[in-house]
């Protein structure tokens, strides 16, 4: 499998559902705003931003007693989480307007999508290969024809590779067969993973990297409540009887229960989950596989072999690259222990056990491809583990404009950013991330437990930055439609095939992923969607990538006032600028390499300054489900409140040196807002921030949240921050003592 390298990206956040709103082009109207900051902007662009700020607000509440009532109060009284979903918030609600105008791109039915040039061969296969893909998606009658069979005829090749018995199977069939389930890609992880990417240690080549994988239900904790578990068994059964029983679903008169299940599968399902509760038995603690100094363990395929006998890596490895690669790069193990505990699990599970699991790992990983009856089982029970109705519907649409937007994310992205992302908007965000880092560099000096060796190294990282704004421009170009043309030549996309059409994609993307093992590493290239609503930094390149995507209010608009864009945008950038910094940052170099450019003593001092932030947010709460107490991790989100913390006073101090040195506004846009004259505009640069995280959240998945997410609940990164700022404690008058303002404050940078 192809396993997305999270441990080493480091986010703004992580959306969790998808809220309706209609697509706005918040690009309309150019640069019209005042020039004087005296003045209030009556654009509609400065209308529209106002209006937001105010109906977020609750103004009858102390801005020093609760900020994220107050940012937020009016966001929470008139929203509700919908039917379906586990959240929403400012991420979700521009998730779903980047829905919507991508569902104008790919639906040709609407009248409105791109239409190529004439002569311009490479964008017309393009075009018709990103229609032909979502056509397939709607044309509902077609995949409900189609049966069960194409997923049924995947797990025969299995079954066929692992014949059952009782005995375990040997090295070279095992092997065999991990490498068909790994040529599936990264959505189909078995109990290891693969995964090609940059070198800890030296990050201008790429290496191939194993994880441990291979669990059905959320993390290892999930396996402890015993009646998830028990849904989970009932589920699996009532899956492999709806796609490996005698008897099409589609063909019974009644609805399939607990009392038409077979023994043969009710046998099959229990001998999975067994497996996967003794694969959570040898799990590494999550935080030591976010350890980057623990997380890199190079090997030959020689040691391999001797370390876990019971597969044969060279046949595993020439069965899961695509024709022709061959590595001999070094193979970086996440994790020893695992392996080792690995092979004394594999010693004593039988084929027949791992023929199962495997065929559940592609029923829960493919059954997705099919018609709702033949994955009604597995529905129901996504909807009790996240507390979702079950009788909670999505329109077809947005399945399949989300699949387009995978599977073909280039293209999409290429005419989503002609959409969305005019004007001298990619220069402007630039210019922000440029000044933000000049505001670390500017407070770097002023740091007294920062040495002057450390010190240089970190002004030297921070110099070296790479950053990605908007869309990439090589490999692919996502500007040019015969760069991708060029680009997607090799998968192939058939109107009336939409389970083939996704498994050859995810085929297709695993070669991909493999074949960069043959190239250096390109440190510009986005590994998210241009659409994403999101931003990231990647130590291992040290670069940061902001996607057009998240370029739109409420996050940015190239006609706000600086102290909205800088309080927004400013503080995503600081964000991701303050990871290269943090406690797992901190352990690479200007190039993105594994390396200890700290002094022991600075290094000291790091660590006593970030257990600061460990002990306060760890002492922050959310209520579960039954009114519980449920207490933030402080260690697993370490980094993510370091970052918000470094990067809103970077943010800030730029902001207001800038706007201090122009006060009349000759030359930065600091105009005043309608509605808003109450408000300084130091108040609105942290209103700004604040309100990027109304967010609300079903209690089951806010408790999940807090278990596994390494950022904070949103409320906290609002009020976690505010009580560590002085600027925002200056901003709002509030006095020391109160809860917005306590007298002990965390700082590291």
């Known amino acids: 499998m192809v396993a997305p390298k999270i441990q080493i990206l480091m986010a703004i956040g992580v959306v969790l559902g998808i809220v309706q709103a209609g697509p706005i082009d918040y690009n309309n109207h150019v640069n019209k705003s005042p020039t004087n900051n005296m003045a209030t902007c009556t654009t509609p662009q400065c209308r529209l931003t106002a209006a937001g700020i105010v109906s977020d607000m609750d103004p009858t509440v102390d801005p020093c007693q609760d900020f994220s009532k107050f940012t937020c109060g009016g966001f929470y009284a008139k929203h509700e989480i919908p039917a379906g979903k586990p959240s929403i918030g400012p991420f979700d609600i521009l998730r779903e307007s980047n829905a919507r105008i991508l569902r104008l791109i790919v639906d040709p039915s609407l009248g409105q999508a791109p239409k190529a040039p004439a002569g311009d061969i490479a964008a017309q296969r393009n075009i018709k290969k990103l229609q032909d893909l979502f056509n397939s998606c709607m044309d509902e009658k077609a995949i409900l024809k189609a049966g069960r069979k194409p997923l049924v005829d995947e797990i025969q090749k299995i079954i066929k590779s692992l014949p059952a018995s009782g005995s375990r199977p040997d090295k070279k069939i095992l092997a065999h067969t991990l490498g068909q389930i790994v040529k599936y890609g990264f959505q189909t992880p078995g109990f290891i993973s693969l995964y090609a990417g940059s070198d800890n240690e030296n990050p201008l080549i790429n290496v191939l990297t194993i994880y441990e994988d291979g669990l059905g239900l959320r993390d290892e904790a999930a396996y402890k409540d015993e009646g998830r578990v028990k849904k989970y068994r009932e589920t699996i059964a009532a899956m492999f009887q709806t796609i490996l029983g005698d008897e099409d679903v589609t063909n019974q008169t009644q609805p399939l229960n607990s009392n038409d299940i077979k023994k043969e599968w009710l046998d099959a399902a229990k001998e999975v989950v067994d497996f ?186 921070l110099k070296a930055i790479v950053k990605s704004v908007g869309y990439s421009t090589e490999n692919p170009d996502d500007v040019s439609a015969k760069s991708l043309d060029a680009f997607y030549k090799d998968y192939t996309v058939v109107k009336k095939d939409y389970f083939g059409n996704q498994l050859r994609y995810m085929r297709w993307a695993a070669a991909n992923a493999f074949s960069q093992l043959r190239l ?49 945008m400013g503080v995503v950038g600081g964000h991701e600028i303050g990871h290269a910094f943090d406690n797992n940052g901190r352990h690479y170099d200007s190039i993105g390499r594994r390396a200890n450019w700290w002094t022991n003593a600075t290094s000291q001092a790091f660590e006593e300054k970030a257990q600061c932030f460990v002990n306060q947010y760890g002492n922050f709460t959310i209520k579960g489900p039954q009114g519980e107490d449920h207490n933030l991790d402080g260690e697993m989100t370490l980094g993510e409140n370091l970052a918000d913390n470094g990067g809103i006073k970077m943010a800030f101090r730029i902001w207001q040196s800038r706007h201090k040195s122009d006060p009349k506004g000759n030359k930065y846009k600091n105009f005043k807002l309608p509605g808003l004259d109450k408000y300084t505009p130091e108040q609105l640069f942290f209103i700004s921030y604040g309100r990027l995280w109304c967010t609300m959240m079903t209690p089951d998945a806010l408790v999940d949240y807090v278990g596994s997410n390494p950022h904070s609940p949103g409320k906290w990164r609002i009020n976690g921050v505010a009580q560590n700022s002085p600027d925002f404690a200056k901003a709002f008058k509030c006095k020391t003592g109160t809860p917005m303002n306590p007298a002990k404050k965390c700082e590291v940078w």
Request: proline share 6%.
């Open 520 to 568: 250096p590493v390109d440190r510009l290239a986005m590994d998210m969607s241009l659409t994403t609503v999101n931003a990231y930094y990647n130590p291992s390149s040290n670069s940061i990538y902001i996607p057009a995507g998240i370029l739109q209010l409420p996050f940015f608009n190239i006609e706000n006032p600086e102290y909205v864009n800088y309080g927004s």
């Open 276 to 461: 996967e509760i003794q694969l959570t038995e040898i799990k590494t603690p999550r935080r030591e596989l976010w350890d980057s100094t623990k997380n890199r363990n190079p090997r030959t395929v020689q040691q391999l072999n001797a370390m876990i006998p019971s597969i044969d890596w060279s046949v595993f490895l020439r069965e899961a690259f695509p024709p022709g690669l061959k590595y001999t790069g070094p193979i970086i193990v996440s994790s020893l222990p695992y392996l080792t505990k690995l092979e004394t699990l594999l010693q004593k599970t039988s084929s027949k056990t791992l023929q199962r699991y495997f065929s559940w790992v592609l029923t829960r990983s493919l059954s997705g491809n099919l018609a709702q009856p033949y994955k009604q089982p597995k529905t129901n029970f996504d909807s009790i583990t996240s507390a979702i109705s079950a009788n909670a519907t999505t329109e077809r649409w947005s399945t399949c404009v989300s699949t387009a937007n995978t599977n073909l994310v280039h293209i999409t992205g290429h005419y989503f950013v002609k959409a969305t992302f005019k004007g001298n908007s990619r220069q402007e965000v630039l210019t922000i991330v440029d000044n933000v880092i000049a505001s670390y560099e500017k407070t770097f000096p002023t740091l007294a437990w920062l040495d002057n060796k450390t010190r240089a190294g970190a002004i030297k990282k």
